[in-house]
């Protein structure tokens, strides 16, 4: 059984291309009160760290901008860490786990994301299953004929563990969402891991009452991140606050603006995860932050993303959008780490006009000064 270590060598967050939101590709038309947050599990290259440029000149005043050159490798304590031990379970989680992570550490790990959320009221299963080689040519998943968007691997798991994954599913939401829901849903599930569909998802599926409590995080692991890595350990931490978050951000937005609101809902998540892993790793989140600033550097200079805040890399570059909010003192930190600030319609200052404007126009003015990462004057003003 492998063990869920992080080995803390912080490589390039993969960016995701199709999260969140309640859109057409997300959600099939027969079920319209499932609001699914979902992002394709596509395979990238590792972004290896690339040779360290000069430090900025101690006298500079503004940061330059950083050089493709300069994101060189940063130094730990320790190679490795494990989630903290923890009641099994403290919190209100059912595991469906098919993966070779064991149970008790998911568990942990579980634990250690929401310790902080209060009050905590949701009651989340997680489903966890392994997918063989990818498909080549790379694509979507052939004759896919379920609501879940990603691409296609060689399918493994066995037709008792479907079946076992259909009826927990099943039984999970019946109570308090109906047993139509709870059929379609299990069903999907089931016949999406039976076509070896690569995916990480949340799914909501009412707006109140008790089914809104429920939350389905699934979980694909290929074999390309089977075994236990930074990019797998964020991927968690962000699924598990969508769980957080409300369960309608396309109806009762966060901002006045609905398209802001979509990347802020994504951006809240990477966000919570980059901190997240910060604090489980022992390390500073300045090292976190320079970390994804300089590989969103690197794509942008490679052309392989704009400064939109929109897909590819939604969520990454949002999540530099809210902490250079952060940095300007305009969002709560606090508020968003203990998911307070995304329960509410459009009634937070953090989202005003102003900050959305100022976010989506400066979020990627930085640069290095002294081997850190910082935003421009002009940001800050």
């Known amino acids: 059984m492998k063990s869920l270590i992080l080995f803390v060598v912080l490589p390039a967050l993969l960016f995701t291309t199709s999260c969140g939101g309640n859109t057409e590709t997300d959600t099939s038309a027969d079920r319209p009160e499932s609001q699914v947050s979902q992002e394709s599990q596509e395979p990238k290259e590792s972004q290896e760290p690339k040779e360290s440029s000069e430090e900025s000149s101690e006298e500079s005043e503004e940061p330059q901008e950083p050089s493709t050159e300069s994101s060189g490798s940063i130094s730990f304590s320790t ?28 568990t942990n790990c ?16 997680m489903v966890m299953y392994p997918v063989g080689p990818l498909l080549l040519p790379p694509g979507e998943v052939e004759n896919n004929d379920t609501s879940y968007r990603g691409p296609g691997f060689t399918p493994v798991v066995s037709v008792e563990e479907r079946n076992s994954m259909a009826s927990s599913v099943e039984q999970f939401l019946s109570p308090v969402c109906g047993p139509e829901t709870a059929a379609l849903t299990s069903t999907e599930v089931s016949r999406f891991a039976e076509l070896g569909g690569g995916q990480q998802v949340q799914q909501a599926f009412a707006t109140g009452g008790e089914c ?4 389905l995080v699934i979980i694909s692991i290929d074999p390309e991140r089977a075994k236990p890595s930074e990019e797998l350990v964020t991927t968690f931490f962000h699924e598990i606050f969508h769980a957080v978050q409300k369960p309608n951000p396309d109806e009762c937005t966060y901002s006045a603006s609905q398209e802001d609101s979509f990347w802020i809902h994504e951006a809240g998540a990477t966000y919570f995860a980059l901190e997240t892993l910060a604090e489980l790793g022992g390390i500073s989140s300045q090292s976190v932050w320079d970390k994804q600033m300089r590989f969103l550097s690197d794509l942008l200079e490679e052309g392989a993303i704009d400064r939109n805040l929109g897909d590819p890399a939604i969520a990454e570059k949002g999540a530099v959008a809210l902490h250079l909010l952060a940095q300007r003192g305009e969002l709560p930190v606090a508020s968003l780490l203990d998911g307070s600030l995304f329960q509410g319609c459009n009634d937070s200052d953090a989202f005003s006009f102003e900050n959305m404007e100022r976010a989506k126009a400066y979020w990627s003015n930085y640069g290095e000064i002294k081997g850190q990462i910082v935003f421009t004057a002009e940001a800050l003003a």
């Open 79 to 106: 190679d490795r860490l494990v989630c903290p031990g923890s009641p099994v379970p403290s919190r209100e989680l059912t595991l469906v786990n098919f993966s070779n992570l064991p149970d008790e550490e998911v």
């Open 110 to 125: 579980f634990n250690f994301a929401v310790k902080n959320i209060d009050p905590w009221e949701k009651d989340v299963m």
């Open 212 to 215: 809104a409590k429920k939350r």
